[in-house]
């Protein structure tokens, strides 16, 4: 099982920037895909970006020119740069990481993003 520990988040300023940290614990698991998803009260959890083992990434619309995501394979590490914030940007974020070959589901415990003025 792949455990996440996730860092960074806070209150920012609209326009400002933050940067999102993962790190992965894991007992003989490949991890293959990577993500970011944030959830706000009442709304579903929504995929903000991903990124494979070989670095291929996809974003949600919304974020696209805004925020980049990234990853180290060596130290088991995904960061989510977000520039540009938004009010609309508000909501808690989640790791998540796909292991094994039946690319088991693992979260992280969220970390709070505010972007208010």
């Known amino acids: 099982q792949v455990q996440l520990v996730e860092s960074g988040g806070g209150l920012v300023q609209p326009g400002g920037s933050l940067r999102l940290s993962c790190a992965a614990s894991?007992?003989?698991?490949?991890?293959?895909?990577m993500a970011w998803y944030r959830q706000v009260p009442g709304k579903q959890r929504e995929l903000v970006a991903s990124?494979?083992?070989?670095?291929?990434?996809t974003y949600v619309d919304s974020v696209k020119g805004r925020f980049t995501i990234s990853r180290d394979n060596a130290k088991d590490t995904v960061d989510l740069q977000m520039n540009n914030l938004k009010p609309e940007d508000t909501a808690v974020y989640y790791c998540?990481?796909?292991?094994?070959?039946?690319?088991?589901?693992?979260w992280g415990q969220g970390t709070q993003v505010t972007v208010s003025s």
């Open positions: 998540n990481a796909k292991s094994g070959l039946n690319l088991v589901d693992s």
């Open positions: 990124i494979s083992r070989a670095g291929s990434t």
């Open positions: 894991r007992r003989n698991m490949i991890i293959y895909a």
